[in-house]
């Protein structure tokens, strides 16, 4: 059973910073790329930041230079370091698990965890 366990969401205030951890379990983690993802209630769930299994990294543009992505093979965890937190950045955080090997694409997805940014 593939479980992705999402942590570190709370309240913070503008400016401040926050570390989202997911540590994955029943799934070869290395083989796979991991992603942070967003979600505003009424609107589609946009990529944050992704890093591949070989650690290239992308970030969406409203993050970059704000926000890190990285991975510990050997915990099975990825990491987003969110700084200079903006009242924007408030939505739900996914956690994303994708592997392909054709024909077949697998994606696995966290629970979601809250992040308020709010004096």
């Known amino acids: 059973q593939v479980q992705l366990v999402e942590s570190g969401g709370g309240l913070v205030q503008p400016g401040g910073s926050l570390r989202l951890s997911c540590a994955a379990s029943?799934?070869?983690?290395?083989?796979?790329?991991m992603g942070w993802y967003r979600q505003a209630p009424g609107k589609q769930r946009e990529l944050v930041a992704a890093?591949?299994?070989?650690?290239?990294?992308n970030y969406a543009d409203s993050v970059k230079g704000r926000f890190t992505i990285s991975r510990d093979n050997a915990k099975n965890t990825v990491y987003l370091q969110m700084n200079s937190l903006k009242p924007e950045d408030t939505v739900v955080y996914y956690c994303?698990?994708?592997?392909?090997?054709?024909?077949?694409?697998?994606?696995?997805w966290g629970q979601g965890t809250q992040v308020t940014v709010s004096s």
């Open positions: 994303n698990a994708h592997h392909s090997s054709w024909p077949k694409e697998y994606d696995y």
């Open positions: 890093i591949t299994r070989g650690g290239s990294t």
């Open positions: 029943g799934i070869i983690f290395r083989f796979y790329a």
